[in-house]
């Protein structure tokens, strides 16, 4: 029933307003011994639970993407790799504990892994800055796929992080031209890069380690160009307004598939990553393991990764041109 | 992102002309009551204090190339609505209809081929009062095709870069022209095209951290706003005050970021001469 992961079990203090009616349920279940009512019980938890996660808004699935108990790269990396070696320091007087990168082994191969965490005790999170880099990070993730390339090992980035840090050390040490020599220099290495986005993909921040030949995203994790908190305040002038910029910035993973800016969607069961961690590893591992599968058959060129994003849009060519993506296509589909 | 500036133009913004109508307007820079005219025949520098203020596409391509040698190219890149982004009653489209005519422009970039001191270049001019000079898929595409027509023309490429962010009208297809754009610096990087980039008030957000910050040489306007992060942000996250001067393109070209710093007066001959130095083997 209620997974407890490696953050203590989710509780009234750690759920969303959404999830409390489930854990009330799931709470009398193990309350109640085998039997007729148990039964009752199990299937009105079963009820509540499709009905919450079918009929999820846009906003719902922003508060599940910045869910406290949602599981972190290195919730990730630990139960896919059989080993990491941790890779420290950008080699330009800086080491950025937002990100990581190190040597991993998957079943077998060797890995780059490049990765933002956001952190998951009160000293962890401070420590890594809530996953939000500095222009260190990003040079440090750019040294790893310098060395994945060297070396022809396949790139797996984790991707998670509310923004790019805005601050004034940032700018100081070149937050904007490190993300885009990052944007740069990640479309052409010449190795396969498969990404994931774990749970929040902020902006630039998330972009310049997210640009892969595979990018696969969780259904709960959101991709956006701004938070929807911002977009609200700019152009709503009205903080309140973020559900409904939520939805129209268009921030979810099918969504984004039906624009084609990413490739596949990550199913997560039963109410989320964040109540079953292992679940969501295994889908990450087998969607790894199948990317890597592909190339091993020589259906991977860098070029096509730079081709991909050389396309990314929606214009027209033509003033008159009538061309809209229909809007039924944003509906979005309902769990499996 | 727009991100406002939050120093100056409050109130004037998203004017063609950064100047409010009347004979007399007080300049920002200097605080005094300065003579409009004045300023506009001084490329919109004020006289006294040399402020710089924001100029339109159009003007800038008129004080920059030599008289009628821009040749404008791919204007039927057209912004579309993929989203079907509404605030209130006011579609995305509308918007963007309402900035053209203002503007008297396609787009917040026109590109195009153009002789500046009679060295032929491939040229993108963005406009401020323009959506803030967001970038969109239109943007993004248009910025492609001009680094495509360098290379097949094997001529160089100068971006004069202004822009408040991406165009959050477009969502994650706007934050993906940062990636776009940055793919076509790497082909003009490997085809050995130079590519100059002027930055200008304000140059920030995924314009900055994409295809502006990418020159083989990078200029800027004196004083122009340059960063990452907009100032409001940093504050409002910080809750500090920032530091004076505090992402101006002085304290950019301090930091290591920007080759020189190019008064309006001086860009053309100062490009004039990279582009005869610089002339694709
Ligand atoms: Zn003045």
Known sequence: MAESNERGRLGLETSLPFERRILEIEALI???????????????????????FQNLTAWQRVQLARHALRPRMLDYTRRILEDFFELHGDRLGGDDAAVITGIGRFRGRTLMVVGQQKGVTTEEKVARNFGMPHPEGYRKALRAFRLAERWRLPIVTFVDTPAAHPGIEAEAHGQGPTIAQNLLEMLGVKTPVFAVILGEGGSGGALAIALG?????????????????????????????????????????????????????????????????????????EELAWFLGECDKGRWTSEQRREKYQRMGVWSEMPSDEYRVPSSEFRVPSEE | MPFLNRRRFVSIVGRRSSLPDGL????????????????????????????????????????????????ERHQEVQTLDPLEFKVGEATYLEKVEKAKSNAQLSEALVVGYARIEESRTVLGVMDPFFMMASMGSA??????????????????????????????????????QMAKTAEAVRRLNEAAIPYITVLTDPTTGGVYASFAALGDITLAEPGAL?????????????????????Q?????????????????SELRPTLGKLLRYLRPQ
């Open chain 1, 30 to 52: 193990e309350k109640t011994p085998e039997g007729d009512a148990r039964g009752e019980l199990i299937s009105e938890l079963e009820r509540e639970r499709e009905t919450v």
């Open chain 1, 213 to 285: 030949d595979w990018v696969a995203m969780f259904e709960h994790a959101i991709y956006v160009i701004c938070p929807p908190e911002r977009c609200a305040e700019i152009l709503w002038k009205d903080v309140e307004k973020k559900e409904l910029a939520a939805s129209a910035l268009r921030v979810t993973a099918r969504e984004l598939l039906a624009l084609n800016t990413i490739d596949a969607v990550l199913p997560e069961s039963g109410g989320g990553a964040h109540r079953n961690p292992e679940v969501a590893a295994q889908a990450v591992a």
């Open chain 2, 24 to 71: 007399w307007m007080k300049c920002p820079g200097c605080k005094q009551a300065v003579y409009r005219a004045e300023v506009e025949q001084n490329q919109q520098v004020c006289p006294r204090c040399a402020y710089h203020h924001r100029i339109g596409a159009m003007a800038r391509i008129a004080i920059l190339v030599d008289e009628g040698s821009f040749e």
């Open chain 2, 139 to 176: 943007v993004g595409e248009r910025f492609c095709r001009a680094a495509r027509d360098a290379i097949t023309e094997r001529l160089p490429l100068v971006v004069i870069a202004a822009s408040g962010g991406a165009r959050m009208q477009e969502g994650i297809l706007s934050l993906m």
């Open chain 2, 226 to 246: 340059i960063g990452f992060a907009g100032p409001r942000l940093i504050e409002g996250a910080l809750k500090v005050k920032l530091p004076e001067g505090f």
């Open chain 2, 248 to 264: 101006t393109a002085e304290y950019q070209y301090n930091n290591g970021f920007i080759d020189q710093i190019v008064k309006r």
